[in-house]
């Protein structure tokens, strides 16, 4: 678990600026039919956000694209109308359309360089190249159907481009840099876009966190926690955050209730204590329910009765009256227990998958629609370090007796049941295999290794209770001994690359058993995951005497402290038990698991909705 002190993040935070922008984001369309925002409706806009009843100092407008929405290359209204109201700007280019529309950007940022001059170019805080492009083309991002992306060297492409662009102009020596999710720069293949930024714009969404425990408590946590991260893997880039809220309505995401309340409680736990007057900071958003409102929906005020009528009094207090540093937090970010399995909501629901579907459709219009948020809940697969108690010393990993036993080479199977329902006579021998287990149509065999057997009890295989999700996921490259590949969200295990996993069990685990499951559905049962599989063979598994870092290389891994052994062949469309026994509360916990025979899998590790790769149950 991951404990966090009122301000523990303040580590990360290695200058406060003057002069700090403090604003809202802005879409270029409103929230049906892609209507064009025009001047008049940026004015009142901007001029509400900088009248806010209870609050003041948010001057400041990120916008996703130069081009006024329905033209080619115009420049956007909001130029003049952020002149006009005195407001800075985050300026936004569309980078997920090809260099056509990048020529048009910069069309339209010349056009506005030369039409305004220093007016505009005094007002521009930075230049946002992209955004969330990176997670488009993740696995995830891919699976979710979330619209075209961009890669890393196209991206770092695009920014330098821009950077040659203004180099001559009022506009010199501006920062360019890249928005995206917080998962996008903790991942080491989209370096090229941190070395080519001079910031790093980072969304993050704790509502979208489902796979962990994320109820408004944990809101503060679980921001700071993506927030660390991401300081910690930019080389020393000024993070700046573009992204962040909680919604007034719409769908409960795992634990994370929409509702005024606890958008007040975020506004003041993460806005106030942690982010205003001290970072960068664009909050999501001022108004996204003008003319229909969107679910979920993060409007700080409601819809006015046109679009140059804008409220000024919130939904609910801004004030910053219940801010203080003694709000109770809890101390866990563990994946759920209570409630474990999100949804991907049909229509697009989830996060950044319905922001970059509305952001696309909007940009190849010419225009951003202001009617949703994005967030970093789809691309959670290996959250490194997001829960942490502290690491485990060889003596606390093996103090668990279920993670100490000697297996022996054979698994016991247990055939299959794919009973959904069926009258009261019908036996579900699943679940008398394994207590509590739930039915599925999922998978085709439950195989039960003698390591887990031999426990004195054996947890579920299926996520139909509590679980642990995998926290950091590190390949092992044979061909690359020396060469640490850093944290991966995909598990690969092949003859020549092993994987690492490290659980952080909870100390709220202690005296309850915990089982190490792999799940591998059928390839047609996963939606927002993928798999490749050939050769033919199973798993060799060794539980470590310490857990794994991002450093860790095929070289340098840590001690075997425990063979569990593992299934001799693996195919899809079964889940195997590979050890049980008494949780090891309060632990880090690394397994290293290796190829047998000529297997050569690679996996996006994901829980929903169809579960696949490594897991600890709980029960």
Not at 63 to 88: F, R, V
Not at 383 to 400: F, I, K, Y
Not at 498 to 517: E, M, Q, R
Request: glycine residues 10%; contains cysteine; proline residues 7%.
């Amino acid at each position: 678990m991951l404990c966090l002190s009122p301000f523990a993040f303040a580590a990360s935070v290695a200058t406060v600026s003057a002069q700090v922008s403090q604003g809202f984001n802005y879409g270029s369309t409103y929230s049906e039919g892609g209507a064009p925002i025009t001047q008049a409706g940026y004015e009142a806009q901007f001029n509400a956000a900088k009248n806010l009843v209870g609050t003041s100092g948010f001057t400041s407008a990120r916008i996703y694209t130069l081009i006024q929405a329905g033209t080619t290359n115009t420049p956007s209204e909001a130029i003049q109308a952020a002149i006009n109201t005195k407001t800075s700007l985050l300026l936004g280019l569309w980078a997920s359309a090809g260099q056509v529309n990048i020529n048009n950007e910069l069309a339209a940022l010349s056009a506005a360089i030369t039409a305004y001059g220093t007016a505009f170019t005094d007002l521009i805080v930075g230049i946002s190249v992209g955004s969330e492009d990176l997670y488009r083309i993740s696995p995830i991002g891919i699976e979710n159907k979330s619209g075209i992306g961009a890669g890393p060297e196209e991206v770092a492409n695009y920014i330098g481009q821009v950077k040659s662009a203004i180099a001559n102009t009022a506009a010199a020596g501006k920062p360019v840099g890249h928005v995206d999710t917080w998962t996008a720069w903790v991942n080491s293949s989209n370096d090229a876009v941190i070395a080519a930024s001079d910031f790093i714009g980072m969304d993050a969404y704790p509502y979208f966190q489902s796979t962990m425990t994320n109820p408004i408590t944990n809101g503060y946590s679980l921001f700071f926690s993506a927030y660390d991260q991401t300081v910690a893997a930019v080389g020393g880039k000024p993070v700046w955050v573009t992204e962040t809220g909680w919604p007034v309505s719409g769908p409960t995401e795992n634990l994370a209730v929409p509702s005024t309340q606890n958008a007040l409680t975020y506004w003041d736990q993460v806005g106030c204590r942690g982010l205003f007057g001290k970072i960068n900071t664009w909050w999501y958003t001022l108004q996204d329910a003008f003319p229909t409102t969107p679910s979920p929906s993060f409007g700080v005020v409601g819809a006015g009765s046109s679009g140059t009528d804008v409220p000024t009094t919130p939904l609910y207090d801004l004030s910053c009256s219940d801010a203080s540093s003694d709000v109770p937090l809890s101390a866990s970010v563990a994946p759920s227990s209570a409630n474990p399995g999100p949804s991907a909501v049909a229509g697009g629901n989830n996060g950044a998958q319905r922001q970059n579907q509305v952001e696309q459709s909007g940009a190849a219009s010419g225009g951003v629609t202001s009617g949703s948020a994005a967030s970093a809940e789809a691309q959670i697969p290996a959250n490194p370090d997001a829960s942490v108690s502290g690491s485990a010393t060889p003596a606390e990993v093996l103090a668990s007796t279920g993670f100490g036993i000697t297996p022996t080479e054979q698994p016991t199977t247990q055939d299959t049941v794919i009973i959904t329902s069926c009258p009261s006579d019908c036996k579900n021998t699943a679940a008398q295999a394994l207590p509590n287990a739930q039915p599925t149509t999922l998978i085709t065999k439950t195989s039960v290794l003698s390591a887990a057997s031999a426990g004195a009890s054996v947890c579920p295989a299926s996520l139909s209770g509590q679980y642990e999700y995998p926290h950091l996921i590190v390949p092992l490259s044979k061909d690359d001994p020396d060469t640490a590949q850093g944290t991966s969200y995909n598990g690969t295990i092949s003859p020549s690359t092993s994987s690492v996993f490290n659980f952080d069990i909870p100390a709220s685990d202690s005296g309850k058993t915990c089982t190490l499951v792999f799940l591998l559905p059928l390839q047609n049962k996963l939606t927002t995951s993928a798999f490749s599989l050939s050769g033919s063979g199973g798993f060799d598994i060794a539980q470590l005497k310490s857990p794994a870092t991002e450093q860790t290389t095929y070289n340098s891994v840590p001690e075997t402290g425990n063979q569990l052994g593992g299934p001799s062949s693996v195919t899809p469309g079964n889940e195997y038990v590979i050890a049980s026994g008494s949780c090891a509360a309060g632990s880090r916990i690394g397994y290293k698991v290796s190829a047998t025979g000529s297997l050569d899998l690679n996996y996006f590790q994901n829980y929903s909705p169809s579960p696949i790769g490594f897991y600890v149950t709980v029960c």
